[in-house]
T-cell receptor, first 113, second 109 residues
């Protein structure tokens, strides 16, 4: 049982490049979310999904796209990377209902130069 | 979702109970109180949650006041490994949680 797996763990991009941050969970969780965390800050919600084929925007969605074609995977796409997107990105998943806490991945550290 | 207020930092002696307060005076009737912690730069870890009643699990206890405007997370016997940022979050659903800056708990030997 791997939980929530994020790849890559580290990435350096040049401004304007695109890339996809991968997130996979093996717990059959319906809910998945992407957060970013900047130094000294709490986590901010980028996008979330309540099931396959259903996604919605969070607090800071600009510059990011998501899709949810399967229950297991929830990739985050940066279309044209900017230095302001330098951050640590966390993916999380949970089951419906308040009784389930989120399981977070170990994060992807992204630097845009 | 209701906002929360937490002290930015707290200290605790190893082996003693750590009591972390959280104010959430605008909480609505269907909103839960969640607690997470983040150790160093790892992903946050779910600790406990509650609606009205006090809750206890293997990690901690959650005490919610009768008016639900504040709560306290209790780590009964803090260890050095409990040094982390603790987040108190209020929300009606568990897929759209809003994290604040949390409380940095430092457990001292």
């Amino acid at each position: 049982n791997a939980g929530v797996t994020q790849t890559p763990k580290f990435q350096v991009l040049k401004t304007g490049q695109s890339m996809t941050l991968q997130c996979a969970q093996d717990m059959n969780h319906e809910y998945m979310s992407w957060y970013r965390q900047d130094p000294g800050m709490g986590l901010r919600l980028i996008h979330y999904s309540v099931g396959a084929g259903i996604t919605d925007q969070g607090e800071v969605p600009n510059g990011y796209n998501v899709s949810r074609s399967t229950t297991e995977d929830f990739p985050l796409r940066l279309l044209s990377a900017a230095p302001s997107q330098t951050s640590v990105y966390f993916c999380a998943s949970s089951s419906p209902g308040a009784g389930s806490g989120y399981t977070f991945g170990s994060g992807t550290r992204l630097t845009v130069v | 979702d209701a906002k929360t207020t937490q002290p930015p930092s707290m200290d605790c002696a190893e082996g003693r109970a750590a009591n972390l307060p959280c104010n959430h005076s605008t909480i609505s009737g269907n909103e839960y109180v969640y607690w997470y912690r983040q150790i160093h730069s790892q992903g946050p870890q779910y600790i406990i949650h509650g609606l009205k009643n006090n809750e206890t699990n293997e990690m901690a206890s959650l005490i919610i006041t009768e008016d639900r405007k504040s709560s306290t997370l209790i780590l009964p016997h803090a260890t050095l490994r409990d040094t982390a940022v603790y987040y108190c979050i209020v929300g009606g659903s568990n897929y759209k949680l809003t994290f604040g800056k949390g409380t940095l708990l430092t457990v001292n030997p």
